[in-house]
């Protein structure tokens, strides 16, 4: 009934605490920093993985450090429910498990928010995708809208395979394509149309614009970024 949410540096504080008290913040032992901890910990939660999983996907160069990152994991948890605290993190998965546990609760909340939008859906991640089917469990109402072609964000978690899997876990998807493009010129269009083209795994389509005259891309190679940004400047001029 009563808890208090924690912010991004109230999160890192925590950790920084328990890290103190573990011996784990003397110089001589080179362990993570607090924000790595945190960054660490969150990863798995928003992949739906172990944290041992986690570290090892994708922080392979702190595996000496795991069975005292996995003790971190774990004395973090139950700080959190023994002060009543919550994370950010915290906030998707009780409300995942309140959905999945709670066949009452899912049908309340769904006939209540009858229709669901999801925005830059490329980029959600796989704990986010369970709310949403949650959320749509007495309805299937969604509408999710994304590029398949433009998922960047699989360091923070995000799993493209939430838009290619769409149309299954939704039986009955209607498949509207934006092909038409106002920013860019058709040169630019076809270089990436020829590049979506080889993409093992798609929704075809097929960019064009109106703006038929450009310049031809180019590939500049920079030896750094002093070098990009003559480049860019260049360019724009």
């Known amino acids: 009934p009563g ?5 991004r540096g109230d999160s890192e504080d925590v950790v920084n605490l328990l ?6 913040d003397r110089k001589d032992r080179r362990f993570p920093r607090k924000g790595t901890i945190l ?3 969150s990863m798995a939660v928003n992949r739906s993985v172990t944290l041992p999983e986690a570290v090892e996907a994708s922080y392979g160069h702190l595996g000496e450090h795991l069975e005292d990152l996995v003790r971190l994991g774990e004395q973090y948890a139950r700080y959190k429910r ?3 605290l919550v994370d950010y993190d915290d906030l998707l998965v009780h409300l995942r498990d309140l959905l999945r546990d709670h066949q009452d609760v899912a049908g309340q909340l769904s006939r209540t928010y009858r229709f669901i939008m999801v925005d830059e859906y490329q980029d959600t991640n796989r704990l986010q995708a369970e709310i949403v089917r949650g959320l749509a469990v007495a309805h299937q109402n969604v509408m999710a809208v994304g590029d ?3 998922s960047i964000y699989s360091f923070r978690g995000a799993n493209f395979r939430n838009i290619m899997d769409f149309t299954q876990l939704f039986p ?3 498949v509207i394509t934006l092909e038409e493009n106002y920013r860019s010129t058709q040169p630019i269009l076809q270089l990436a149309n020829a590049i979506i083209d080889r993409a093992p795994e798609k929704y075809t389509k097929v960019l064009h614009t109106r703006r038929l005259d450009g310049a031809t891309p180019m590939l500049v190679q920079c030896p750094d970024e002093a070098a990009q940004a003559l480049c860019f400047l260049a360019g724009a001029n």
């Open 3 to 7: 808890f208090t949410i924690l912010d």
């Open 19 to 24: 890290r103190a008290r573990a011996g784990l």
């Open 39 to 41: 960054e660490i910990i």
């Open 82 to 84: 023994e002060k009543s």
């Open 148 to 150: 398949d072609s433009q």
């Open 172 to 174: 009955g998807t209607h």
